[in-house]
């Protein structure tokens, strides 16, 4: 089946710095979701790519999904304490009709 | 207020006594699903509901069940909870499944079996 497998496990970075985190898949997806759990909250959608090469920003937040659409990225640029959480990425997987998870980033920022 | 409720929210309980995690959208989602949360493995699928009536298995369905009687409602029954069933569940929901539908998910259940 799918696999969804997303890097780093874990980044702690200084505020002010910059930090990515990538989504790779073993088949090509039809779309690519992101999402943001705060600690001790629930994971919260923040974007969905649905073409190929397609590029999408929020703010600080630049997303990105591969020509093959077999892997994305989320760059986040002058990290700031209010963007600690864990990020997921989803792969729609129509077969199964599941969105299928990464094991998703944790990140820690020191102020 | 749209939302996902799940109650309760902590729970602790001892092997092989059974209970049921509830869960309610008010949102009229026809999608609905159950996942777990473990450390570094992220959130894994349980079990999933396309409408009323109509349920899946999703990557992780032992030891589990569901039913969708109502649109709004998809409560998880853990039959007989053991202790590798201690994990953070949480129920979401979208408007279908497919493309372009992001899910909303509940405020979580942490459970813990001894």
């Known amino acids: 089946g799918q696999q969804v497998m997303q890097i780093p496990q874990y980044q702690h970075v200084q505020e002010g710095e910059d930090f990515t985190t990538y989504c790779n898949s073993s088949t090509t997806l039809s779309n690519i979701q992101w999402y943001k759990q705060r600690p001790g909250g629930h994971p919260v959608f923040l974007i969905q790519l649905v073409k190929s090469g397609e590029v999408k920003k929020q703010k600080r937040l630049t997303f990105q999904f591969g020509e093959a659409k077999k892997n994305s990225s989320l760059h986040i640029t002058a990290t700031q304490t209010t963007d600690v959480g864990t990020y997921f990425c989803a792969g729609l997987d129509t077969g199964r009709r599941a969105l299928t998870f990464g094991s998703g980033t944790r990140l820690q920022v020191q102020p | 207020e749209a939302q996902v409720t799940q109650n309760p929210r902590y729970l602790i309980t001892v092997t092989g006594k059974k209970l049921t995690v509830t869960c309610s959208q008010n949102m009229n989602h026809e999608y609905m699903s159950w996942y777990r949360q473990d450390p570094g493995l992220g959130l894994r699928q349980i079990y999933y509901?396309?409408?009323?009536?109509?349920?899946d298995k999703g990557d992780v369905p032992e030891g589990y069940k569901v039913s969708r009687k109502e649109k709004r409602n998809f409560p998880l029954i853990l039959e007989s909870p053991s202790p590798n069933q201690t994990s953070l569940y949480f129920c979401?929901?979208?408007?279908?499944?497919?493309?372009?539908?992001?899910?909303?998910f509940g405020p979580g259940t942490r459970l813990t079996v001894t």
């Open positions: 979401a929901s979208s408007l279908r499944f497919g493309f372009s539908y992001e899910q909303y």
């Open positions: 509901s396309m409408n009323v009536e109509v349920t």
